[in-house]
């Protein structure tokens, strides 16, 4: 585990130095120039082959969300002076390598959560109060809403974890649940003591990554206004919007939304594919790569569907709710988790837990005496 943390720590010293080539070279070309393109095709290439140094899961996965997928595409739109890179008036440095490089978004960018439709819009649970209106006694209650809360998922994360002791005793449904379960907090958590640094040495104020995707009403509110939200982002700067303005002049508005759709959920399933890739690096089996395209049909189909019905009717907001947690949960089954536990990556992921919890549990019953002397 010795080499492991030091190959992560050499690898992400390497990534930010990359950034300072970025930030003082190749934001001096000008933007829509092939040769901006080509002068980062070095960090395209360094931030591909950085992650293979990784073996272990907890460091590995983040590390290549973060570099391969998220990084490379906020260069390539930063190369035609598009996305968050590309910030007017230019990013400071440290601004711009945390921008670069880590999964954050800052608060006031006003394509965050941009409403997936009107009906969405109006289903949604945020009931979002005029600033002025806010008061020091309604911001403490936020507070303390979100320390619950916290607290609440990081207690349901250690007994899904905790679970995993009774795994081969356990239903399959059972066990997928918990997979969900866990996958979903992981990654909140992770992302969110990710921007903690970021919060704390620059003073950024910045935007949630998750909001609550368990509470979405519609699939479209699910994957465009819940889950995994930087991720959302970066993809609807990158491919929806692209797609959406080049096919809606020549196929019509309906079709233009349609293929935009399609080519969003295609690209993160591809990108789904690379990861499982680092993580087992073992060949594609596709499987990923069809959940995403199952999803952005059933997106585009419940776009018309809603269209069609033009408000007349419309599921209780519980049902609705139920109804869209079951069909990913479902799909994920049928086509995300397989892939991972035929190479095994899942029991990785729990001997990794069950270690780090190991590890910890002997750390806070050490006795007193000892923390006194390091004290």
Not at 163 to 182: F, G
Not at 253 to 259: E, F, K, P, T, V
Not at 261 to 267: R, S
Request: hydrophobic share 50%.
């Amino acid at each position: 585990m010795g080499v492991e943390i030091q190959n992560f720590v050499k690898l992400w010293t390497a990534a930010v130095w990359s950034q300072f080539y970025t930030y003082y070279v190749v934001s001096r070309i000008p933007s829509g120039l092939l040769t901006r393109l080509v002068s980062l095709v070095p960090i395209f290439y360094l931030f591909i082959i950085l992650p293979l140094s990784l073996s272990s899961f907890h460091l590995g996965a983040p590390t290549v969300l973060y570099l391969v997928w998220l990084a490379n595409f906020k260069l390539l739109l930063f190369a035609f002076n598009l996305g968050p890179l590309s910030s007017h008036p230019p990013l400071s440095l440290p601004h711009f390598i945390a921008t670069a490089l880590l999964p954050i978004k800052y608060k006031d960018d006003p394509t965050h959560f941009r409403p997936s439709s009107s009906n969405d819009a109006q289903n949604s649970s945020i009931k979002r109060r005029p600033t002025s209106q806010i008061t020091p006694e309604i911001m403490r209650k936020r507070r303390q809403f979100k320390i619950i809360r916290f607290t609440i998922k990081l207690v349901v994360l250690v007994a899904a974890i905790s679970l995993y002791r009774y795994r081969p005793h356990l239903h399959p449904c059972l066990v997928t649940a918990i997979y969900c379960c866990h996958m979903y907090l992981g990654i909140e958590f992770v992302l969110a003591l990710t921007a903690v640094p970021v919060r704390a040495i620059l003073g950024l104020e910045l935007a949630r990554q998750f909001n609550e995707p368990y509470l979405a009403t519609s699939l479209q509110d699910f994957w465009g206004r819940r889950w995994n939200l930087i991720v959302s982002t970066i993809l609807r700067q990158i491919v929806y919007d692209p797609v959406r303005s080049i096919f809606t002049p020549k196929l019509g508005r309906n079709s233009g939304l349609a293929a935009a759709t399609l080519a969003t959920f295609l690209v993160s399933g591809l990108m789904h594919e690379v990861l499982y890739f680092y993580l087992s690096r073992e060949s594609p089996t596709w499987e990923v790569t069809l959940f995403f395209v199952v999803q952005g049909i059933c997106v585009t189909l419940e776009i018309y569907v809603k269209k069609a019905v033009a408000g007349r009717w419309r599921l209780h907001r519980a049902a609705s709710g139920l109804l869209t947690v079951a069909f990913v949960g479902v799909t994920s089954a049928w086509l995300f988790f397989p892939q991972l536990i035929r190479y095994g990556v899942d029991l990785r992921v729990i001997e990794e837990c069950h270690a780090f919890l190991s590890f910890l549990g002997n750390i806070l019953s050490l006795p007193t005496s000892y923390w006194r002397r390091k004290l």
